[in-house]
């Protein structure tokens, strides 16, 4: 039998650190009326984060698992529809060819000062060109999500979001809706 390997999550965040996370979104005076408010949601936060509450909001899977009653997320069920959905139009012939491009940059004209950055222009570049020749595109642009984390209230390791947050529309970013063919 196959033993389980574990040890590549960060270890758990102490509760002097998850407090520090979470009220860095409430540094701006503006909130100082609220700090009782914003107490109680960091004790919610911070219990569910305890708990390791991932899946707050389930239902049935259904037909097609292998444990029809199993108990699974409600977003990973939306997120995997939208993907076979995807999935389906990405294999059906009779439509155009479909590029997913990823404007991988961190930053945007409206998270640090100055003009837009080279790799969204080259994106745009590719778009219109990829559009020339009949190609559809999507579009994934990580800049929204990076330059929009100070707004989320991720209290584990705050490099990127988890990526179920591309495909379910959660975030600012296009949703991914096929691959290229």
């Keep these: 039998m196959t033993s389980v390997r574990k040890g590549q999550a960060p270890a758990k965040l102490a509760p002097g ?3 520090l996370r979470f009220t860095r979104n409430f540094a ?6 609220n700090r009782d408010e914003i107490a109680k949601l960091e004790s919610v936060a ?3 984060f305890s ?3 991932k899946a707050p909001v389930t239902a049935p ?3 097609g698992f292998a444990d029809p009653a199993y108990e699974l997320s409600v977003e990973w069920k939306v997120t995997a529809d939208r993907l076979h959905a995807a999935e389906q139009r990405q294999k059906d012939s009779s439509t155009p060819s479909r590029v997913l491009l ?3 940059a ?3 004209d409206g998270s640090c000062p100055g003009e837009m950055s080279k790799t969204w222009r080259m994106l745009k570049l590719a778009e219109a060109t990829l559009a ?3 190609i559809v595109t999507d579009i994934l642009d990580l800049s929204r999500l990076t330059s929009n984390l100070n707004c989320a209230f991720i209290p584990a390791k705050a490099a990127y979001p988890p990526p179920c947050l591309f495909a379910t529309g959660h975030a600012a970013a296009t949703p991914i809706t096929a691959w290229a063919r």
């Design 132 to 134: 020339g020749e009949g």
């Design 17 to 19: 650190e998850f407090h």
């Design 46 to 48: 911070w219990q569910n």
């Design 51 to 53: 708990d390791g509450r």
């Design 102 to 104: 990823v404007c991988g």
């Design 61 to 63: 899977a259904g037909p």
């Design 28 to 33: 701006d005076p503006r909130f100082d009326k």
């Design 106 to 108: 961190a930053r945007n």
